[in-house]
């Protein structure tokens, strides 16, 4: 029970209005009232990105004994209010009922949640095999001297034994048969009939990337193949922290953690399942079939299943294989007898996403003898093929190159800045729909430090310049100013040396345990939703990627988002998937004895040819 009065919390420019625990952060109560803030590291004080600013009442900040109100008077030594500063909302305590400004890049609404950049398939009925078919039966009525059970009966009707009934099923025939004048659709997922509805009613499927950062779902006929919608959000996971270890963490560390956010994963699924479905006159309960992948830590919270080995060396998954559960047991609100098929893993944190990743650019990399597909995100997958041997690992590449844990990191929204140039040695910048530059999303990142490195703004070792014009100094620390109100920070340059030399001896060390060079990559294919947008010849110039002549990268998309919806409409794909798991071999590259003199190796910004 908290020893403090509660208060409310008014957020104007969201017309939201929600209870505050007096124990808990501002933070804490958005996250538990939906109101998103920005918060890379999850509330921990570690990053700085959730900052708000009091309009309105008493606040209390941590490191101060003191309270303040909203101009900052009085009551003790904190500063906050409208007009002084921004406070990090997860350093301050409500002391009286509040109004809340949040930062404009916590508002701006998304337009770049990925869901089909680059798929081959986006546009094209995919290849049918599906698992779940259904058949239009009719079925003489019920008489007394013909009174067979009304499931004997569908199943007299249908051209192969029912081996297996679901519950629902059960449940909804007798009436679903009487509805319907004795005329059904059965729904059948092998044999077993795992719904009745009406005649002639559509069997539609949902495929789901389910990613760390952002959720893409696709509305799927599985009678023709034809991809009826899609639509991106964030994952709203993110509330608590950007990168993987920090959700784990809040799994094994806090009690109900896991539940709150497997919850969160489900009310994203089925958000998803709802809003495809209202967009082509549809509604969830006709969604007969579901396929997920993701990562193996977003795999596991999901299906609930224990993540404490997951977080901690060897980083062993508790399943690896194929699973499929019940809708139903994981509270899914679609048909309650639906089948939810998990794509299998790889190892570490490889997991499903990268497997469907190469089931989706299989075209790019089985006729080439060296390629290298290469899925960027808040955890990156490499796999590198040659010679008929998969060599897969993962890199903890952290969030910065999706604008994580970057000073004015923001998603990929409007008004966010996804181009950085140099021009007359000026610094000049584009935004997503051309609006007022108020963050910076990951393309941006990448080339505001290609730009910063080659206007000798940031030297080879990751040092920022004091006498430069576009520097300014504040608290003894170094900020390159790309807009007003948008800054790139020594510290985010660090953040991005840090992802950058995780991926890339990731590569090295991938090209080495196979005994290759970079330059016996003839493709190499670099996918994720980042993927699309970036400018590959920043992440040359930076060494993210190795300097390869610009024809053989192909930067593919959210090919993730492509395999799953394969999978979902083919069995012939759901196989093929697992014989590609299984003929991945894992690599752990904390192992190797060189991986930090590799690693250090990358840190730098070498000047490298474009």
């Given at each position: 029970?908290?020893s403090?009065?509660?208060?409310?919390l008014?957020?104007?420019?969201l017309?939201?209005e929600?209870?505050?625990?007096?124990?808990?952060t501002?933070?804490?109560?958005?996250?538990?009232?939906g109101?998103?803030?920005?918060?890379?590291?999850?509330?921990?004080?570690?990053?700085?990105?959730?900052?708000?600013r009091?309009?309105e009442?008493?606040?209390?900040?941590?490191?101060?004994?003191a309270?303040?109100n909203?101009?900052?008077?009085?009551?003790?030594?904190?500063?906050?209010?409208?007009?002084?500063?921004?406070v990090?909302?997860?350093?301050?305590?409500?002391?009286?009922?509040?109004?809340?400004?949040?930062?404009?890049?916590?508002?701006?609404?998304?337009?770049?949640?990925e869901?089909?950049?680059g798929?081959?398939n986006?546009?094209?009925?995919l290849?049918?095999?599906?698992?779940?078919?259904?058949?239009?039966?009719?079925?003489?009525?019920a008489?007394?001297?013909?009174?067979?059970?009304?499931?004997?009966?569908?199943?007299?009707?249908?051209?192969?034994?029912i081996e297996?009934?679901?519950?629902?099923?059960a449940r909804?025939?007798?009436?679903?048969?009487?509805?319907?004048?004795w005329?059904?659709?059965?729904?059948?997922?092998g044999?077993?009939?795992?719904d009745?509805?009406?005649?002639?009613?559509?069997?539609?499927?949902?495929?789901?990337?389910?990613?760390?950062?952002?959720?893409?779902?696709?509305?799927?006929?599985?009678e023709?193949?034809?991809r009826?919608a899609s639509?991106?959000?964030?994952?709203?996971?993110?509330?608590?922290?950007?990168d993987?270890?920090?959700?784990?963490?809040?799994?094994?560390r806090?009690?109900?953690?896991?539940?709150?956010l497997?919850?969160?994963?489900?009310a994203?699924?089925?958000?998803?399942?709802?809003?495809?479905c209202?967009?082509?006159?549809?509604?969830?309960?006709?969604?007969?079939?579901?396929?997920i992948?993701?990562?193996?830590?977003?795999?596991h919270?999901?299906?609930?299943?224990p993540?404490?080995?997951l977080?901690?060396?060897?980083?062993?998954?508790?399943?690896?294989?194929?699973?499929?559960?019940?809708?139903?047991?994981?509270?899914?609100a679609?048909?309650?007898?639906?089948?939810?098929?998990a794509?299998p893993?790889?190892?570490?944190?490889?997991?499903?996403?990268?497997?469907?990743?190469?089931?989706?650019?299989?075209?790019?990399?089985?006729?080439?003898p060296?390629?290298?597909?290469?899925?960027?995100?808040?955890?990156?997958?490499?796999?590198?093929?040659?010679?008929?041997?998969?060599?897969?690992?993962?890199?903890?590449?952290?969030?910065?190159?999706?604008?994580?844990h970057?000073?004015?990191?923001?998603?990929a929204?409007?008004?966010?800045?996804?181009?950085?140039?140099?021009?007359?040695?000026?610094?000049?910048?584009?935004?997503?729909?051309g609006?007022?530059?108020?963050g910076?999303?990951?393309?941006?990142?990448?080339?505001?430090?290609a730009?910063?490195?080659?206007?000798?703004v940031?030297?080879?070792?990751?040092?920022?310049?004091?006498?430069?014009?576009?520097?300014e100094?504040s608290?003894?620390?170094?900020?390159?100013?790309?807009?007003?109100g948008?800054?790139?920070?020594?510290?985010?340059?660090?953040?991005?040396?840090?992802?950058?030399?995780?991926i890339?001896?990731?590569?090295?060390?991938?090209?080495r345990?196979?005994?290759?060079?970079?330059?016996?990559?003839?493709?190499?294919?670099?996918?994720?939703?980042?993927?699309?947008?970036?400018?590959?010849?920043?992440?040359?110039?930076?060494?993210?990627?190795?300097?390869?002549?610009?024809?053989?990268?192909a930067?593919?998309?959210?090919?993730?988002?492509?395999g799953?919806?394969?999978?979902?409409a083919?069995k012939?794909?759901?196989?093929?998937?697992?014989?590609?798991?299984e003929g991945?071999?894992?690599i752990?590259?904390?192992?190797?004895?060189?991986?930090?003199?590799?690693?250090?190796k990358?840190?730098?910004?070498?000047?490298?040819?474009?």
């Open positions: 029970m908290s403090r009065k509660p208060h409310s008014s957020f104007p420019e017309e939201r929600i209870p505050s625990d007096g124990e808990e501002i933070y804490q109560s958005a996250r538990r009232g109101v998103r803030i920005v918060g890379a590291c999850g509330g921990r004080g570690a990053c700085g990105t959730c900052v708000v009091i309009v009442g008493a606040v209390a900040l941590d490191g101060s004994h309270e303040t909203a101009d900052g008077e009085e009551n003790g030594a904190g500063k906050s209010g409208k007009g002084k500063k921004w990090r909302a997860c350093r301050t305590h409500a002391r009286s009922n509040c109004t809340v400004e949040v930062a404009p890049r916590s508002l701006a609404p998304v337009v770049r949640a869901v089909g950049v798929s081959d986006a546009e094209h009925a290849p049918l095999d599906p698992a779940v078919v259904g058949l239009d039966v009719a079925v003489p009525e008489t007394l001297s013909d009174n067979l059970s009304d499931a004997d009966r569908i199943a007299r009707a249908l051209p192969n034994a297996a009934l679901d519950l629902h099923a909804s025939l007798s009436q679903a048969l009487r509805d319907g004048r005329s059904v659709r059965a729904c059948l997922h044999s077993e009939l795992i009745v509805v009406p005649s002639g009613s559509r069997l539609l499927g949902l495929a789901v990337d389910l990613g760390t950062t952002n959720v893409a779902g696709f509305l799927v006929d599985l023709s193949g034809v009826l639509l991106g959000i964030e994952n709203p996971q993110v509330a608590w922290g950007a993987l270890i920090s959700r784990i963490n809040h799994a094994i806090v009690p109900g953690g896991a539940e709150e497997r919850a969160a994963s489900v994203a699924l089925n958000a998803l399942a709802h809003d495809l209202q967009a082509v006159g549809a509604h969830s309960g006709q969604i007969v079939d579901v396929a992948c993701g990562n193996t830590a977003m795999h919270l999901l299906l609930g299943l993540v404490s080995q977080g901690r060396a060897p980083f062993v998954a508790a399943v690896r294989d194929t699973l499929e559960s019940k809708a139903r047991e994981l509270g899914l679609v048909s309650p007898g639906a089948w939810v098929h794509a893993n790889v190892g570490g944190f490889v997991g499903g996403d990268h497997v469907t990743t190469l089931l989706a650019t299989e075209n790019h990399w089985g006729a080439v060296t390629s290298l597909v290469m899925d960027i995100g808040t955890n990156t997958e490499i796999s590198l093929m040659h010679g008929g041997a998969r060599l897969t690992a993962s890199c903890p590449s952290g969030p910065a190159l999706e604008g994580g970057i000073a004015c990191g923001m998603r929204a409007e008004g966010a800045i996804e181009r950085v140039g140099l021009e007359d040695g000026r610094i000049v910048v584009g935004t997503i729909g609006r007022l530059p108020v910076l999303c990951g393309s941006g990142v990448l080339d505001a430090l730009v910063l490195h080659r206007a000798h940031v030297d080879a070792r990751g040092r920022m310049a004091a006498d430069h014009p576009v520097v100094e608290n003894n620390k170094r900020a390159a100013v790309l807009a007003p948008v800054v790139f920070s020594q510290d985010d340059v660090r953040a991005v040396q840090l992802a950058k030399a995780a890339r001896s990731g590569t090295e060390l991938l090209l345990e196979a005994g290759l060079q970079a330059s016996d990559i003839g493709r190499f294919v670099i996918a994720g939703a980042f993927g699309a947008y970036i400018d590959v010849r920043s992440g040359i110039e930076i060494g993210l990627f190795p300097d390869l002549p610009p024809e053989r990268f930067q593919v998309g959210n090919a993730a988002g492509a799953v919806q394969m999978m979902l083919s012939v794909a759901r196989a093929r998937v697992r014989e590609l798991a991945c071999r894992y752990e590259l904390s192992t190797y004895p060189d991986f930090q003199k590799t690693f250090l990358h840190i730098g910004f070498g000047r490298q040819k474009i």
